[in-house]
């Protein structure tokens, strides 16, 4: 009897995989991934101070433009000139952030007044206009 696992020829083909060098090899990477993991997985316990991370975001202030059915102008309710209002609008464009423009105007005003208002707050250099409106039935 030949050793080779039953092959007597040496021209016939082996059809069986050896299963042994297979388990061997997969057996000593166990070994190893058991031994490594505790090893990757320690670490020094520090209980860590609580810090709050959020940024402080300053909401921009928002002020209200009202002009009346006469072509007043109403800064948040207190009457102003045309020149003041200028002037008042370039020192809040150099504000951080600056801030929010509502424009309300009266339905019975004349288009030209809301619009020169309108033009001032953009000479002004003010980013964020909004016109208020009420809603409608």
Known sequence: ???????????????????TP????????????????????????????????????????????????????FWNETQVSFDDLEARLAGEANKEPQPEIHIRGDKAVAYEHVIQTMAAVQRAGILKLGFVTEPGN
């Open 22 to 73: 297979l388990v061997d090899v997969m057996l000593v990477l166990l070994i190893i991934f058991i031994i490594t993991v505790p090893v990757l997985t320690h670490s020094v316990k520090v209980d860590l101070p609580r810090a709050d991370n959020t940024p402080n975001e300053l909401k921009p202030e928002t002020i209200n433009i009202a002009v009346n059915a006469e072509g007043a102008i």
């Open 1 to 19: 009897m030949a050793f080779g696992g039953g092959l007597d020829d040496d021209n016939e083909v082996m059809n069986e995989i050896n299963m």
